[in-house]
């Protein structure tokens, strides 16, 4: 009897599964009866839950516009999204899976660089497959690349972090602070933050006085900043996440730090500028990712809010769409679903020279028809123009922020893409 | 079909890493007594010992020394052994419990570490470029990856028979009668601390060496490889399987790391991708369900340890009870 209960209460998720896989299908207009698997790694439970959910849906919503708009090759493209529970291990066994028994040819993810990258060296480049990170920015994969560690297999849609440290570098040097302390969170990302700004830093002249990494969640940072304050500098450059920032902003400013202060893109949150405290803030300038305007943003925020009825807010949300974007319109392009011939076609459907296309279903209509002319695309993005360099990576447009006295985040500045090349160029 | 053969060529290497790892657990644990919370520490260790071997030179870090897989792999396994006795010496005078939480503390600096000391190990970016051994050998990295299958169940095979030899050996009984009662077989002679602090330094290389193979067929190392979850893994499995049982720790391996990822496959199969991020909750349950059952039901694993203790002994008993008459 209980055995019985067991084995129902196994069957019933199963059956309930089985059902929606084959009434999604029937529901779409055009019901193909070939599929086409994507691959898609997120960290959907473990440390970076919080936004793993959210970006595996960008992805989806990619897939849906694509089967909506005519589908991939003559057939449904089927999003098959694996979690990777914030473990190597558990990614790499999940993308092996993927390749081998699903038979993807392009993996979207992961998230984490520590994550994406044993996928990539161990799965995707021995088994030629296409890799598109929307959210691993450390500096190791355009290092691995130019050592031809990729064979040209990887791309990210998310801009590296080394131009903003320049850019950074570049706002110090406009206000004059020319003795700068660095705090970083100690990961991938603050590491490479910090270490792209003080190489901005030394080609303008000015002086670093100390870098210093932090742990992540601890209750005080008060070493850090007594550390960071003894070379009295003028102004300090924090690289930190919202909560574990404004604890150790406030134990900078108790201690008597400047308040000339210069913050990471993850700062730009109501909630850190609440726990310090507006007032504190006023002089302080922040840099962040832009969302170029324009119609293929707009477009891509406006199918989002469509979908899950609020405005696409947090990390990674926009580049995951292109990054599966850009899968989906090179496997169209290449016309057929080789992970090789999709790595070759990426540049040909973003780089300048097509016809612009935007996102959703509208715009990959457009696509369907352009590429079965035998036309060039041009895929505009969710994040504006994308232009993969040689390494795979993109460089991106950013914003500088500030907050007012009421404690609101204002738009102070922004750097488009070619205003960073230069600088990018001098720095060279 | 030929799919689901190469993806379980690449499960089974991982498996078999994990086994050794487990066996060096099982050689602290189930035959000695050790609580080792640390686990993760000696196998990163490992995989940074060879890592730094094997590496490329870069300007940036103190390795990359270039050298041939074997000798990163025993360069890694050595370093290993050599922490394990600076922490044996430290902590093995601790009582179960207080040897777990001194252990387990060791290992989440020894992950900081990694973390921290960018010159010597690239820090949060980790290392890059590891050499695969003889990867360039072969035409297809499946082909690749089945030798490298072979390699790792040799050297898996080696540890198995020269422990299974050495826990029914004079030594081994030593072993285990410490697990059971110091005080006994300090009384008898023994000296407890320093067979303890042996078996204690044999584990963790043993450790290191699953280190160095998870290198050599990832090609990359970062701190992240070496979160106290896998500490955790590492325990389940040896409970599933049985302590005290070498054959009971490696089919430990298999049901959970089996459950670990193939819930994942099965996951994404049925569940609409909108309700994944809920239903990776369901693995956790699982596992956790599957070590409550075990416990519950077979509380000395899967297969337990045998009750014999030597081979002599049992061919003593046999032999009395073939001369008994049949009741």
Redesign the interface.
């Known amino acids: 009897m209980k055995l019985k209960r067991m084995k129902l209460a196994i069957a019933a998720?199963?059956v309930?599964?089985?059902l929606?896989?084959v009434a999604?299908p029937a529901m779409a207009q055009d019901a193909r009866d070939c599929q086409i698997p994507i691959g898609a790694l997120a960290s959907?439970?473990?440390s970076m839950?919080a936004i793993?959910?959210a970006i595996?849906?960008s992805g989806?919503l990619a897939i849906d516009h694509m089967n909506a708009a005519g589908g991939l090759l003559g057939c449904d493209a089927v999003?098959?999204?694996?979690?990777d529970?914030?473990?190597?291990?558990?990614g790499?066994?999940?993308a092996?899976?993927l390749v081998?028994?699903e038979?993807v040819e392009v993996i979207l993810g992961a998230i984490?660089?520590?994550?994406t990258?044993?996928v990539l060296?161990?799965v995707s480049v021995?088994?030629g497959v296409v890799q598109i990170s929307c959210c691993s920015s450390?500096?190791?994969f355009t290092?691995?690349a130019v050592?031809g560690?990729t064979n040209g297999f990887w791309f990210r849609t998310l801009p590296t972090v080394r131009p903003q440290g320049h850019v950074m570098a570049a706002l110090a040097r406009e206000r004059n602070y020319v003795r700068t302390a660095v705090i970083y969170v100690?990961?991938?990302?603050?590491?490479?933050m910090a270490n792209a700004f003080a190489e901005g830093i030394k080609v303008g002249g000015g002086e670093v006085t100390a870098m210093i990494?932090y742990?992540q969640e601890q209750a005080s940072y008060r070493a850090e900043v007594t550390q960071a304050l003894r070379d009295d500098p003028d102004s300090l450059f924090l690289v930190a996440f919202p909560a574990d920032g404004a604890t150790a902003l406030r134990e900078w400013l108790s201690l008597g730090g400047p308040q000339n202060l210069l913050l990471s893109n993850a700062l730009r949150a109501s909630e850190f500028v609440d726990a310090v405290g507006a007032k504190f803030l006023t002089t302080a300038v922040g840099l962040d990712n832009a969302q170029v305007a324009g119609p293929s943003v707009d477009a891509f925020n406006a199918s989002w809010q469509e979908k899950f009825g609020e405005p696409p807010a947090g990390p990674g949300l926009h580049t995951m769409y292109d990054a599966a974007a850009v899968a989906l319109l090179a496997t169209q392009a290449a016309g057929t679903y080789d992970g090789t011939a999709i790595r070759d076609m990426v540049r040909q459907i973003t780089g300048p020279g097509g016809e612009v296309v935007n996102p959703g279903v509208e715009g990959f209509k457009r696509a369907h028809e352009i590429l079965a002319a035998g036309a060039r695309i041009t895929y505009v993005g969710a994040t504006g123009p994308i232009s993969f360099d040689e390494n795979g990576d993109v460089t991106g447009p950013y914003l500088v922020w500030g907050v007012d006295e009421s404690g609101a985040l204002t738009e102070l500045d922004t750097w488009d893409i070619d205003r960073v090349n230069v600088l990018m160029g001098d720095a060279e | 079909m030929l799919?689901?053969a190469?993806?379980l060529v690449?499960?089974l290497i991982?498996v078999t890493i994990y086994a050794i790892m487990v066996m060096g657990l099982n050689l602290q644990w189930g035959f000695t007594g050790l609580f080792n919370a640390g686990v993760v520490g000696f196998y990163a260790i490992g995989a940074y010992g060879t890592a730094i071997l094997i590496g490329p030179d870069r300007a940036a870090l103190i390795g990359g020394f270039e050298m041939p897989f074997v000798v990163g792999l025993l360069g890694g396994a050595i370093a290993a052994g050599a922490a394990g006795l600076v922490v044996g010496l430290a902590t093995l005078r601790l009582r179960e419990e207080y040897l777990a939480i001194a252990t387990f503390g060791i290992g989440i600096t020894i992950q900081?570490v990694a973390?921290?000391f960018?010159a010597l190990t690239?820090?949060?970016?980790?290392l890059?470029?590891l050499p695969r051994p003889y990867f360039d050998r072969f035409a297809v990295?499946?082909a690749?990856n089945l030798a490298y299958l072979v390699g790792v169940i040799l050297i898996a095979g080696v540890i198995y028979f020269a422990l299974e030899r050495a826990v029914q050996s004079p030594w081994g009984r030593i072993l285990r009668a410490i697990r059971e009662d110091v005080t006994a077989a300090r009384s008898l002679g023994k000296n407890p601390t320093l067979i303890r602090l042996q078996a204690f330094v044999l584990g963790s290389a043993i450790m290191g060496l699953a280190g160095g193979l998870y290198v050599g067929?990832?090609?990359?190392v970062?701190?992240?490889?070496f979160?106290p979850?896998?500490t955790f893994q590492i325990w389940a499995m040896l409970i599933v399987g049985g302590s005290g049982n070498n054959r009971g720790a490696i089919l430990g391996v298999l049901v959970v790391w089996g459950i670990?990822?193939a819930s994942?496959?099965f996951?994404?199969?049925?569940?609409?991708?909108?309700y994944?991020?809920q239903?990776?909750?369901i693995?956790?349950i699982l596992i956790g369900l599957v070590i409550v059952m075990t416990l519950l039901l077979r509380p000395r694993g899967l297969i337990g340890e045998e009750e014999s203790v030597s081979s002599h002994a049992r061919k003593q008993a046999q032999q009395a009870y073939k001369k008994k008459p049949a009741p």
């Open positions: 998720p199963l309930a599964g089985g929606m896989m999604a959907l439970s473990g839950a793993g959910g595996g849906e989806q999003y098959r999204l694996r979690d529970q914030g473990q190597p291990s558990v790499v066994d999940a092996k899976s081998e028994i038979g984490q660089s520590g994550i990258m044993p060296t161990s021995p088994e450390a500096p190791s290092e691995l050592e560690g100690n990961s991938d990302y603050g590491l490479s990494p742990n | 799919g689901l190469v993806y690449f499960f991982v900081l973390l921290n960018d690239g820090g949060a970016n980790g890059i470029g990295s499946n690749y067929f990832i090609g990359f970062s701190p992240i490889d979160l979850i896998l670990w990822t994942g496959y996951i994404g199969q049925i569940v609409p991708p909108g994944q991020s239903a990776g909750s693995q956790a």
